[in-house]
């Protein structure tokens, strides 16, 4: 007698992310999955006509989940409440008070960056977790598209010092780890995406605009990486980045041997 045998499907390849291949990662945040480990959300949004929020996910492929975003906003405006560490640290970057929340939907036309979804900071508008603390040497990728240059914009700071670490100034692109070290670059005149890829150890740190070196071997300090800020300075903000941002990675070490293929990754997505 024939006895038929139980037919199963072999699952498909498990997602690969940014940060499976380069773990590591202190923090962590993007409108993209960044891990295959990492099955929590993108960010949580808060409706402005009613204030309700609901967390959005990804899609299959890895993307914000831009569907569940449309039904839920509609044809109102969308704010960032959280958004989600995916490092697994589980720092993530909040703003509590609504006015100072970044946007990713105006009046029902989602916020985006070559038609990649992103966050809008504009005004006082800025995301924030006091508990980020590494020391150096440290690794930074960020990318983002400004919306203006001629003006101070901070786009991550220090508690400890009211230093920001990482900003445009006059077209200039600045990074400094204490009071008085700091860099000035020629970060040019472009507001089109860019991504910076930031080495910071002390006297020894570099500078990347993708895969463009614009800064090498030079000292911009060393003091520790205590909170860290998006969109303003740390203490009573009074300067803001006025732009847009995508992703945001923080290595606790320097990352100069897989730099090129970090960037690499980010670059093909973005």
């Not at 291949?21 to 409108?31: F, I, Q």
């Not at 929340?101 to 977790?129: S, W």
């Not at 077209?171 to 910076?196: H, P, V």
């Not at 003091?223 to 998006?230: F, P």
Request: proline share 3%; no cysteine.
């Amino acid at each position: 007698m024939f006895t038929p045998f139980a037919f199963v499907k072999e699952a498909g390849p498990s997602y690969i992310g940014l940060l499976d291949t380069y773990p590591g990662a202190d923090a962590a945040y993007s409108v993209r999955r960044l891990s295959g480990t990492y099955n929590g959300s993108a960010m949580k949004i808060r409706r402005d006509n009613d204030n309700a929020t609901q967390d959005i996910g990804f899609d299959v492929s890895g993307n914000l989940d831009t569907g569940s975003i449309a039904t839920f906003v509609g044809g109102n405006s969308a704010l960032v409440d959280t958004w989600y560490d995916q490092s697994g640290n589980g720092y993530n970057l909040t703003q509590a008070t609504t006015g100072n929340q970044p946007r990713i939907v105006n009046t029902g036309t989602l916020e985006t960056v070559d038609g990649i979804p992103a966050l809008r900071f504009f005004g006082t508008r800025y995301l924030d977790n006091a508990s980020v603390t590494t020391a150096l040497p440290q690794s930074l990728f960020h990318v983002a598209k400004a919306n203006a240059l001629e003006a101070e914009k901070v786009l991550s700071d220090s508690v400890t010092t009211n230093q920001a670490i990482f900003f445009t100034d006059g077209g200039n692109l600045k990074i400094a780890r204490g009071t008085t070290k700091a860099t000035s670059l020629s970060f040019g005149t472009t507001l089109n995406r860019y991504l910076s890829a930031i080495l910071v150890s002390g006297a020894n740190s570099d500078a990347f605009n993708d895969t463009t070196s614009i800064m090498a071997n030079e000292n911009v300090g060393n003091n520790a990486y205590n909170g860290l800020r998006l969109g303003a300075n740390r203490g009573t903000p009074s300067v803001y980045w006025d732009g847009w941002m995508l992703e945001f990675i923080l290595y606790p070490s320097d990352e100069s041997t897989d730099r090129a293929d970090i960037v690499t990754d980010i670059t093909t997505y973005y």
